[in-house]
């Protein structure tokens, strides 16, 4: 027990130190101000090619959003989630060592080129991130929290981070393991996650784009936009385009769905006019019962 405590008393003090040296020493490697530079960059697309004119600038939850980039990336860590996943990354550990298990490393791939390494943990991740993504649309109770994301009634790049912190936890639950499996480093990972913020603000901006026959690959905006619809077609009673970066996926396994433009499309789910419109209730609110939740 005294090992897991000395755990969680280095998390809390190695975060804030992490987090107060990306705000003080910005550098290449630096995620606090590649998510501004990117933010920055998409938002500015969003002024200056807008998909839907009449949209305001300041949209709709865009502050409710903004708020949710700030939370997710870094507050979310600061507060507890820094601490829990260490924790359970060591009681792993020690569950493998009751059989002898050092490690859980099957395929090694430090010896393969760096575009390779990249390429393979960037793949394996978009499938399992895929398959989650469809099982918090039709799991019952991973719904309620997933509703948090698609309370959003107007789209724009900050929509992105709008989900709840209990997605979180069920993502990295279900990739450590494969990804365990696989020897990265962590500068591989950072290449790796910042690409996938910036296509996923990309897929969540107001612009209208499909990357032509490139759309058949990644996901986008003309795409995604029909993954928020609020009336779900009948073929598809779960949802569809559940592609995070990629949307190869979708098209493999026939969950794609993009029948026309979804420029004026309306989003959200049934019932989100009882849905709560500020942070602390929409945090809570899939932890309370209801008769229409």
Do not use: C
């Amino acid at each position: 027990m005294e090992k897991y405590l000395k755990i969680i008393e280095d998390s809390f003090v190695g975060y804030f130190n992490y987090l107060l040296n990306e705000i003080t020493n910005p550098g290449w490697t630096n995620y606090l101000y590649w998510l501004i530079v990117l933010s920055l960059l998409v938002f500015a697309l969003e002024l200056l090619i807008p998909w839907r004119k009449k949209q305001p600038i300041i949209r709709k939850g865009f502050w409710l959003d903004a708020f949710y980039i700030l939370f997710n990336f870094f507050l979310f860590s600061l507060i507890g989630y820094n601490a829990l996943s260490n924790v359970g990354v060591e009681l792993f550990n020690d569950f493998l060592r009751l059989f002898g298990i050092q490690n859980i490393v099957s395929i090694e791939v430090q010896h393969l080129p760096v575009w390779a390494q990249l390429l393979i943990m960037f793949i394996v991740a978009d499938f399992i991130q895929w398959n989650v993504h469809r099982m918090l649309h039709r799991v019952p109770w991973l719904w309620k929290f997933h509703q948090v994301h698609h309370s959003v009634k107007e789209m724009g790049f900050a929509a992105q981070f709008r989900f709840h912190f209990m997605e979180t936890l069920v993502y990295k639950s279900v990739q450590y393991i494969p990804l365990a499996m696989i020897g990265f480093g962590i500068e591989q990972f950072f290449i790796v996650h910042m690409f996938s913020v910036f296509v996923g603000h990309l897929n969540h901006a107001n612009l209208d784009w499909s990357y032509g026959k490139f759309g058949y690959i990644f996901n986008n905006p003309r795409m995604h936009i029909w993954h928020h619809a609020k009336q779900l077609p009948p073929q598809h009673k779960y949802g569809m385009n559940f592609g995070l970066t990629l949307s190869i996926w979708d098209y493999l396994f026939g969950t794609a769905y993009v029948p026309e433009s979804g420029k004026n499309l309306e989003i959200g789910f049934n019932g989100d006019e009882k849905f709560p419109n500020d942070f602390a209730n929409q945090l809570t609110f899939p932890f309370k019962k209801s008769k229409d939740n």
